[in-house]
């Protein structure tokens, strides 16, 4: 794919980020139950609440994306990965602020300049080198919002 925006950058992470949730558990290896399962009936049901339904599990080629989705963030600095994760994750502002330790407007330029830095990696642009974060979010608004011939 080509013509990576934030955008697109921001919505593959975020499916990424519910694939690993979706994933089954770890299972310890050699150990194992040998009792049996209890045969419930439907007089031990009532009066109970009722289990919240267990979403399916992913689908392989969801999988195969969020695999390739993981690389994206390395190489980033690790405020920016951790802003990243935690946004996608779907922690609030709030929570994100008070683990890195920044005031929400500087945490929401970091997170923005984390997705242009991964989409102009994946668009394969150059990173201008000593430039600021504002300048970056500016250039990759430009580039995502000239249409395309």
Known sequence: MSDWTPKLV???????????KRLPGERIR??????PEIMVEFS?????????MKRPPPHPAAI????????WT??????????VW?????????????????QR??????WHYALCLIAMRLNRQPVP??????????????IASCPRA
């Open 64 to 71: 195969a994306r969020m695999d390739e989705t993981l690389t």
């Open 44 to 52: 031990d049901l009532v009066g109970r609440e009722a289990e919240p």
């Open 10 to 20: 921001e919505e593959r992470l975020i499916e990424a980020a519910d694939v690993l």
């Open 74 to 83: 390395v190489g980033l600095e690790a405020i920016d990965g951790k802003i």
């Open 105 to 110: 407007s500087a945490a929401h330029e970091h």
């Open 129 to 142: 080198p000593n430039r600021s974060r504002r300048y970056v979010i500016d250039r990759m608004r430009d």
């Open 30 to 35: 050699g150990f194992f139950n040998t009792w």
């Open 86 to 102: 935690m946004r996608v994750h779907g922690a609030s502002w709030k929570t994100i602020c008070w683990a890195v330790g920044l």
